[in-house]
């Protein structure tokens, strides 16, 4: 094969295959661009053409499925890429009962979101494009007002529902609302294909962190309920994103999963050595393209299409590129592949 199209290329590298060269791509919010479809769109194809990556992970803004529910947010007041919560679906344990299964062609929210997917992918026909959607264990936790890290609270929410009374207190509770979440997400999936994306960017956020949830723990709220979505997924190729500190990528081999997309620099994480099935993402510290560090970039960049020569790879920051990146980074970035 001569020439590679974006999509020969994505297929290949997210089959475990080897492709003329490696991926590469970065995202970030715009969050005077996110309230709807036309902007999120617009942004993103513009985003897009600028830098010719060669494929998309599409970034919503943060709360888009929480607000399936309910939840109401204040998008005047950003916290970093959070709005500020007004209010939640559930103010107390006891209403995760409350929580039922939606359409996502009835839900204002999803429809909005299956709205910019047809519109990007009608502005970027030959640009393979993922969406990104929450875990339902993410999911839950940002209705009830909690963080799904292990050191961040949610931005406009004093006092969240506990964890012990989420998980503990109401058990049978929280797994209706957890399997409530998954089935709506997977059928929101299944609407994402007929929009036109070619699968997931599957974040965990950081649930994984054992500081947040024992091994025991996840496995009970996050497994059967990630089955469930990445099933409904499984027409198209799958990133999962584990994200931040003692992120333990290698707790996601057995999923049905392609890509796997950790913070590869951060405390207690392996690097790109690490032992894992499906395609490698990442390599460069996002946190480099907040101070425009173009050496540090390139180098780290350089070391990680070195170490993964011969080996299906995709190059991208590990985690979303902060708001402050510079179009000079971004530039630089991208470069250290086509050079």
Not at 23 to 31: C, D, L, T, Y
Not at 122 to 134: A, C, K, M, R
Request: proline share 5%; hydrophobic share 40%.
């Amino acid at each position: 094969m001569s020439v590679w199209s974006k999509q020969e290329r994505f297929q290949a590298i997210l089959s475990g295959e080897l492709a003329d060269r490696p991926m590469v791509s970065g995202w970030r919010h715009f969050i005077d661009k996110e309230q709807n479809a036309e902007d999120l769109a617009s942004s993103t194809i513009s985003f897009t053409y600028k830098y010719d990556w060669d494929w998309v992970k599409i970034n919503p803004r943060a709360t888009y499925l929480a607000e399936a529910w309910g939840n109401e947010y204040n998008f005047a007041d950003y916290r970093t890429v959070f709005p500020r919560q007004l209010t939640t679906a559930v103010p107390a344990a006891a209403n995760l009962w409350d929580l039922e299964v939606k359409k996502a062609v009835q839900t204002p929210s999803l429809q909005e979101h299956l709205e910019a997917v047809r519109k990007i992918r009608q502005g970027l026909p030959d640009t393979p494009l993922i969406q990104t959607v929450f875990s339902p264990l993410t999911v839950l936790l940002f209705i009830v007002g909690r963080s799904a890290y292990v050191t961040e609270t949610v931005f406009g929410i004093g006092q969240p529902v506990t964890l012990e009374s989420l998980f503990k207190e109401h058990r049978a509770a929280a797994h209706h609302a957890l399997h409530a979440i998954a089935l709506t997400l997977a059928d929101y999936v299944q609407e994402l294909r007929q929009a036109g994306s070619d699968g997931l960017f599957y974040a965990v956020t950081g649930t994984a962190h054992p500081g947040l949830f024992d091994e025991a723990m996840f496995d009970e709220l996050s497994r059967p309920y990630d089955s469930i979505v990445l099933e409904a997924a499984s027409y198209g190729k799958n990133i999962l994103h584990t994200c931040g500190a003692h992120a333990q990528p290698a707790k996601f081999n057995d999923y049905r999963i392609d890509g796997i997309s950790w913070d590869t620099v951060a405390e207690g994480n392996p690097g790109l050595d690490a032992d894992l099935k499906a395609t490698k993402v990442g390599g460069v510290d996002h946190g480099l393209f907040a101070g425009n560090d173009l050496e540090q970039i390139e180098q780290q960049a350089k070391e990680a299409l070195a170490k993964m020569k011969g080996q299906p790879f995709i190059l991208s920051p590990n985690c979303a590129i902060p708001l402050t990146v510079t179009d000079e980074a971004l530039v630089h970035f991208k470069n250290t592949v086509l050079g």
